[in-house]
């Protein structure tokens, strides 16, 4: 697994399979996001595994996938939602960890953080995320 952290409370990875949930679970998550639709690759775990062996594990489980029609203020929200209520640290996967990555970002934004810390704390993952200032920017009120 490519787990990268961004901060305390989130970190991002590219597609999981069944068998990381028991490693992330050792490593303290507490919760799982997907953000990658189901059937988008051939041969790509379902999140219904996933979520199976989350749930007996103890870990929460939430799906919000991101399509190719981008992002929505109701995934931000569920993206906030599903952070707030882990009750730990929480890893976001999609297959690369790109839109998890760009997920967390817009919901940091909407909550009111500053674009430029945001985008920093992307960098230090390993993520551009450059090309969302303007949306930043817009949701956090901030430039």
Known sequence: MDIRRINDRVSVSPQIDPADVTELARLGF??????????????Q?????????AETLGL??????VTQAGFSHP???A????VEDA???VLAY?????RSCNLWA???AKGGGAPGEIVEAGAGAGYDLNGLKPMLDALSGKQ
């Not at 775990?45 to 062996?53: F, N, S, T």
């Not at 929460?60 to 996938?65: G, L």
């Open 79 to 82: 993206m906030t939602a599903a």
């Open 87 to 89: 009750g730990g640290p």
């Open 30 to 43: 507490k919760s799982i996001v997907n953000n990658r639709p189901d059937g988008e690759e051939a041969g």
């Open 106 to 108: 817009l919901t940091e």
């Open 60 to 65: 929460t489980y939430s799906a919000i996938p």
């Open 75 to 77: 995934q931000i929200d």
């Open 45 to 53: 775990p379902e999140g219904e595994a996933i979520r199976a062996v």
């Open 94 to 98: 999609c297959r690369s960890g790109t």
